[in-house]
């Protein structure tokens, strides 16, 4: 019994106890806000991988987009001086020309959006204008180049050797050109120059070269096509009435009048429709060209006497374009490397704006005789051949041609000029007398040095540091400015 007792007063002490209720979880401040308790723990495996994977593509993106405007920044301070000479008013700005043509396998937009990201910043901050001459298909940059080289030996004062008498010789200069006469603007007097992107364009300007310098200035002769004699036919010939057609009774006319009334409104408007079809202009039709493209043909061509002894500078940019869904992997890659394609492009367009230093191109020649296979090219004259001639204009940007669409590789039936699937043909007296641009050593040293001295090509820690007063050379700290010099009294 007294066991009994002596639990149940323990029993009574404890229900006597007060009880301690739990203490609330979570940050008061928010309880009192009325907002959710928040637990901060490591999100889930799944969560993990989204995050990793998502962060690290941006973290890439972020970092090539911030080194892209650095190298270009750094380009751009490199010929902004030009921008800040000043200008006669009675003289045009350096004009250059350049020469785009779409990718194969794609439109035009690919390359001009190339044109607008990579190359048209350094132009605008060197003060440069330019004439653009683009090509939608294959075969169009060639004929443009060709036909503004046979403009200028005809405005030198060569003549066709044969001239048609339906078409007239002569050709009208351009009304903007004789307004700047009468006016008295002259033309820039330095250096011009052409800008090329990519292979595919380049191997049009090359032939474009060749068929304005060698060929001749009339276009050559339409193929007559052969007359085809109409087969007999088998069928009886269709007996015609004679009064349908010979029938000019008031009856007859009341019946076509009735039936022109009888038009409803709804094929009045479709006739309307096909007429403004037929009376859209059609096309320009790409001229062909005035010289077959081999070697034969154009060492057996005549040079003009107009020719220049150098012919004007030009750059070749690279243009990077891959198609298929297969290639994506690639084009990932190229995605996030592309300040290396913007540190390149600036550089070479900057050589161009500069217009300090020129090279020829170089070339490797091998020579045989026909006669004597062993006969060395000083003693050998006519007899001697080309039977190797490994031009550097041949081999610019050749990797380029991997990417490019199988299309181009396919021979095709139809009649469209074929460039790309043939290779570059390069005449020696025209491939010495091509010049390219190049970035000299002390400008490329001074855009290194002068990188990260412009305060839009700074990064944002290093703005926070140069105002804080973190940095070494800085005389004046940040919480020192507005105290310095000595109040007169």
């Known amino acids: 019994m007294a066991e009994t007792s002596h639990a149940g007063v323990k029993d009574a002490a404890k229900d006597a106890l007060p009880v301690s209720q739990p203490k609330p979880a979570g940050n008061p401040v928010f309880r009192m806000m009325g907002l959710p308790n928040f637990r901060f723990k490591l999100p889930s495996r799944n969560w993990l991988i989204f995050l990793s994977v998502t962060g690290s593509f941006t973290t890439a993106v972020l970092y090539d987009r911030y080194h892209k405007q650095r190298s270009q920044q750094r380009w751009c301070n490199l010929v902004s001086h030009i921008a800040q000479e000043p200008l006669p008013p009675n003289r045009m700005p350096r004009r250059i020309t350049i020469f785009l043509s779409a990718p194969p396998g794609d439109s035009l937009r690919a390359a001009r959006e190339h044109f607008h990201e990579y190359v048209k910043p350094v132009l605008v901050a060197g003060a440069m204008d330019w004439d653009v001459i683009e090509g939608r298909r294959e075969g169009d940059v060639r004929a443009g180049l060709a036909e503004k080289i046979r403009k200028r030996r005809r405005k030198e004062g060569e003549k066709p050797s044969a001239v048609d008498e339906s078409e007239n010789p002569e050709e009208k200069d351009d009304l903007v050109q004789q307004l700047r006469d009468t006016v008295g603007i002259t033309e820039s007097e330095g250096v011009q120059g052409d800008l090329i992107l990519g292979r595919h364009t380049w191997k049009e300007y090359v032939r474009g070269l060749h068929e304005g310098w060698l060929g001749p200035l009339n276009p050559p002769p339409d193929p007559t096509p052969l007359e085809k004699t109409p087969e007999p036919s088998t069928d009886p010939p269709a007996m015609e009435d004679a009064t349908s057609t010979t029938n000019n009774s008031p009856e007859a006319n009341d019946s076509i009048i009735q039936e022109s009334d009888s038009e409803t409104p709804l094929e009045g408007a479709e006739k309307l429709k096909e007429e403004k079809k037929e009376e859209k ?35 070749v940019l690279p243009s990077p374009h891959i198609l298929g869904f297969l290639n994506t992997p690639i084009r990932i890659y190229r995605f996030l490397n592309r300040r290396y394609l913007a540190d390149e492009t600036g550089r070479e367009v900057a050589a161009l704006v500069l217009a300090s230093h020129m090279q020829a191109w170089k070339t490797g020649e091998s020579f045989v005789s026909s006669a004597d296979p062993d006969a060395s090219p000083s003693t050998t004259t006519s007899a001697v051949i080309q039977l190797e001639g490994d031009w550097e204009q041949q081999r610019v940007l050749q990797e380029e041609e991997r990417d490019w669409h199988k299309s181009v590789w396919k021979a095709s039936e139809d009649e469209q000029e074929r460039i790309l699937k043939t290779p570059i043909v390069i005449e020696p007296r025209i491939g010495g007398r091509m010049t390219r641009f190049e970035i000299g050593a002390e400008e490329y040293e001074k855009a290194k040095s002068d990188e990260g001295k412009d305060p839009a090509a700074q990064g944002l820690l290093d703005r926070v540091k140069e105002m804080v007063g973190w940095e070494e050379d800085t005389a004046v700290k940040g919480w020192e400015h507005g105290f310095v010099g000595v109040e007169s009294a």
């Open 281 to 315: 202009p059609k096309k320009a039709i790409q001229s062909p060209p005035h010289i077959p493209p081999t070697i034969n043909d154009y060492n057996s061509a005549r040079l003009p006497p107009s020719i220049p002894e150098t012919l004007p500078p030009c750059t």
